[in-house]
């Protein structure tokens, strides 16, 4: 790639991510709504360090993180789900 073709290429890469952290950040504050609605306070806590973290520059923690926090979170719903919480 020359070096202004690679320069659109990544500014384009860094406007889809924001857009995709802007979406995650949507669904992680009505995950915030419902679990103050419903009484899961862990899973609020848990939307709101996910929150924090999406917003951080991206490294490799951070990536961790995240995968780590949306796997609790999926195991809290399904744990909801079936009615063990």
Same mark, same amino acid.
């Given at each position: 790639?020359?070096?202004?073709?690679?320069?659109?290429?990544?500014?384009?890469?860094?406007?889809?991510?924001?857009?995709?952290?802007?979406?995650? +950040?949507?669904?992680?504050?009505?995950?915030?709504?419902?679990? +103050?609605?419903?009484?899961?306070?862990?899973?609020?806590?848990? +939307?709101?360090?996910?929150?924090?973290?999406?917003?951080?520059?991206?490294?490799?923690?951070?990536?961790?993180?995240?995968?780590?926090?949306?796997?609790?979170?999926?195991?809290?719903?399904?744990?909801?789900?079936?009615?063990?919480?």
């Amino acid at each position: 790639m020359r070096g202004g073709s690679r320069q659109r290429h990544l500014s384009v890469a860094g406007s889809e991510r924001r857009r995709v952290r802007r979406k995650i +950040a949507g669904i992680l504050a009505e995950i915030k709504v419902e679990a +103050a609605k419903s009484g899961r306070q862990e899973m609020g806590r848990l +939307a709101v360090e996910l929150e924090t973290a999406i917003m951080a520059s991206p490294s490799p923690q951070q990536v961790e993180l995240l995968q780590d926090g949306f796997e609790r979170m999926n195991r809290l719903w399904a744990a909801a789900k079936s009615g063990l919480f």
